[in-house]
């Protein structure tokens, strides 16, 4: 079973939980930051950094939350969430808005994502309750 690891080891069941826990979060995210946008004046020229900012956030409470609960290896578990995050928003990203995807916007995220994965994931094993 995927709950049945020695103590120390890698957990896939904690980075997929961690992965689902990012993407909810930058759903509602978007839903939020939509809403901000329709109700007041904001201009669309700083979307992209509300989109990047939420992008990084996510992948961060993500890792955090599986490194904490996996309670070791935190970079591994962090990285983990980053990489499965940053696949899934691209395949997702790719079906709803089939459009063409600059490498280079797209290196950037994943750099992203490599960023807040290993800080959340350092930050979520000093959260966590095992050792």
């Known amino acids: ?3 049945e690891e020695t103590p120390g080891s890698f957990s896939l069941w904690e980075v997929l939980r961690g992965t689902l826990l990012g993407l909810a979060v930058s759903f509602l995210g978007s839903a939020l930051i939509g809403a901000g946008y329709y109700f007041t004046s904001l201009s669309e020229s700083s ?3 509300f989109a990047a900012g939420l992008f990084f956030f996510s992948v961060l409470v993500g890792a955090c939350s599986a490194a ?3 309670g070791n290896r ?3 578990h962090g990285l983990g969430v980053a990489v499965l995050f940053f696949l899934v ?3 997702l990203a790719t079906t709803v808005l089939p459009s063409q995807v600059m490498p280079v916007s797209l290196l950037q995220k994943l750099i992203l994502a490599l960023v ?8 979520g ?3 966590s309750d095992q050792g």
């Open 1 to 3: 079973m995927l709950n």
């Open 47 to 49: 979307l992209p950094w």
């Open 68 to 70: 904490s609960r996996a």
């Open 74 to 76: 935190g970079l591994f």
């Open 89 to 91: 928003s691209w395949l």
């Open 116 to 123: 807040a994965g290993a800080l959340g994931g350092i930050l």
């Open 125 to 127: 094993v000093g959260f």
